[in-house]
């Protein structure tokens, strides 16, 4: 038998409104909200602790070399430089990273006899002994220590101060950290080869 078809009422809808509502415009993020540079108190903080704590825990490191090295491998050669040279140069620009700008940085008459010219010369106007080195690690860590609490979150968004460093002030810290342990790598691994070197330092405080 054939079936009977049932008839659908079709559904009706009523028109939409042909007013558009205009597409939001997402916001740019306020220097307060931005990740790319700590602008509040609590990035603050944190910065500074992440930045102390891997900071002078490499400075622990380097001390460490220091110390470690006899007297009669002062003179050793990492490539053609004397172990004592690659100390002091790590050291001087540890120092410098620290200050405001390289115009503001002033050499110190104890540690830079020859001026600016310790930096820009290849090679340092005098030796240098284990004390003296110890001593201006000491130097450079009060540096560190003065030139972080003197920071403000624009400070650090700022510019890094160096016209060769092209990065914001905030990530010249980690940098500065970064050059120390690349030759805190080179006097570790000179020591290595003499049954010595330093053991490794997972954060430190000032």
């Not at 079936?3 to 409104?17: A, D, E, F, G, Y």
């Not at 916001?27 to 931005?34: D, G, L, Q, V």
């Not at 220590?145 to 510019?159: H, N, V």
Request: with cysteine.
């Amino acid at each position: 038998m054939p079936t009977s078809k049932r008839k659908t009422k079709k559904k009706t809808t009523k028109p939409t409104s042909t007013t558009r509502t205009k597409p939001r415009t997402p916001k740019s993020p306020s220097p307060r909200s931005s990740p790319s540079s700590p602008s509040d108190r609590s990035h603050l903080h944190f910065f500074r602790a992440m930045a102390s704590g891997q900071g002078f825990a490499t400075f622990a490191m380097l001390k460490s070399c220091i110390e470690l090295c006899p007297d009669e491998h002062w003179e050793g050669l990492i490539g053609k430089y004397p172990f004592w040279h690659v100390a002091y140069h790590t050291l001087c620009f540890a120092d410098l990273y620290t200050a405001p700008s390289n115009k503001a940085w002033k050499p110190s008459t104890t540690f830079h006899p020859a001026g600016k010219a310790e930096l820009a010369e290849e090679y340092p106007s005098r030796r240098f002994t284990r004390a003296e080195l110890l001593d201006y690690l000491e130097y450079c860590r009060a540096a560190f220590r003065a030139a972080l609490d003197a920071e403000t979150p624009q400070s650090l968004a700022g510019p890094s101060g160096f016209s060769w460093v092209k990065i914001p002030r905030y990530e010249l810290y980690p940098y500065n950290t970064r050059h120390v342990q690349h030759h805190v790598g080179q006097l570790s691994a000179f020591l290595r080869r003499l049954g010595l070197g330093p053991k490794w330092v997972f954060s430190a405080d000032s």
